[in-house]
């Protein structure tokens, strides 16, 4: 990662982090429910979809202030799905964000309604921006709920688990990541530069370059599982090959894997060029996103 990007990281999620605890712990619910939500949001993560949401905003001139509630509402949705994503009923996992699972900490039930908790508060801190114009906060819910409900994340996961035992093409392998994990970056940076004021034809190159920004966070995902420290990744490894999992490496292998990032980065470069920004930050986390460890 170039230093500059992440002097900007380190910057933008404290921002990201001071207003996150600030929704939740603002909220008048019963106490180990709250506990329950903390916990997980203050696990940290990378918080590379709010960053991504803030970097496109500023790329088209705007102060990151006014993305910054709908960056925090994105990234409660993606805490909830790792949540949900963690319980016993979907993979099982014991460890997550380098501590136990929300089901392991307090408890099945009270972990499914911490996610249910994120994802209704992602929808209420948006409706009550007042940085946000009424038509702002209209584009947004609506684009946001696409992303994340059954016809993009939601659907994503469904499609995953059935794909669970199967040997996917590349081209299946694909449809399912990009509503899995594509759908929230892609809202993230076209919800962000939508905001930062970028024009109809922009937010369409935008939109081709989360596209592609997507797939490479999918094929270093499968990566990282395959060659990653579970240290740095402060999760298992190996679970794809464990839940029986169709990836990239299996597919193309480790070295057309990496090919493959390739190619996609360089189309993620014309598309921001095409994208009229000047923004080392929006390039730069093309290139954070293939070569991370966690
Ligand atoms: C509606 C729900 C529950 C959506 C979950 C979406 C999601 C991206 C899960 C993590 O995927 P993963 O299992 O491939 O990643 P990890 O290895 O981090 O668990
Ligand atoms: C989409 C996938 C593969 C789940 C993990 O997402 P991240 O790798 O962004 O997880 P955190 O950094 O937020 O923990």
């Not at 390739?262 to 993620?268: F, T």
Request: hydrophobic residues 40%; contains cysteine.
């Amino acid at each position: 990662m170039t230093q500059s990007l992440k002097t900007y990281m380190d910057n933008r999620m404290e921002l990201i982090n001071q207003q996150l605890e600030q929704f939740v712990y603002a909220l008048e619910i019963p106490a180990r429910l709250q506990e329950s939500m903390l916990y997980s949001i203050r696990a940290g993560g990378k918080r590379i979809r709010p960053i991504l949401m803030l970097a496109a905003c500023e790329a088209y001139g705007e102060s990151s202030h006014r993305a910054l509630a709908v960056a925090c509402a994105v990234e409660m949705i993606h805490t909830y799905s790792l949540i949900h994503d963690d319980l016993p009923a979907m993979d099982d996992d014991d460890v997550r964000r380098g501590q136990l699972t929300n089901h392991k900490q307090f408890d099945e039930a009270t972990a499914i309604l911490a996610g249910d908790g994120l994802l209704t508060t992602a929808f209420y801190v948006i409706a009550n921006q007042d940085a946000l114009t009424d038509q702002e906060k209209s584009y947004l819910i609506k684009e946001l709920s696409k992303a994340s409900g059954p016809e993009g994340m939601v659907a994503g996961q469904m499609l995953d688990m059935e794909g669970e035992n199967k040997r996917l093409d590349i081209k299946h392998l694909e449809a399912i990541h990009k509503r899995k994990t594509g759908e929230l970056l892609r809202f993230s940076a076209v919800g962000g530069a939508y905001i930062g004021g970028a024009t109809d034809s922009q937010l369409k190159e935008i939109e081709v370059y989360a596209g592609y920004l997507g797939l490479l966070f999918q094929i270093q995902d499968d990566i990282l599982d395959v060659i990653g420290d579970e240290q740095d990744l402060g999760k298992p490894v190996g679970s794809d090959e464990s839940n029986r999992k169709s990836t990239y490496p299996q597919l193309l292998g480790l070295e057309g894997a990496i090919e493959q990032k390739e190619h996609y980065a360089q189309k993620a470069k014309e598309a921001l060029w095409k994208a009229g920004v000047d923004s080392t930050y929006l390039e730069d986390i093309i290139d954070y996103i293939s070569n991370r460890n966690n």
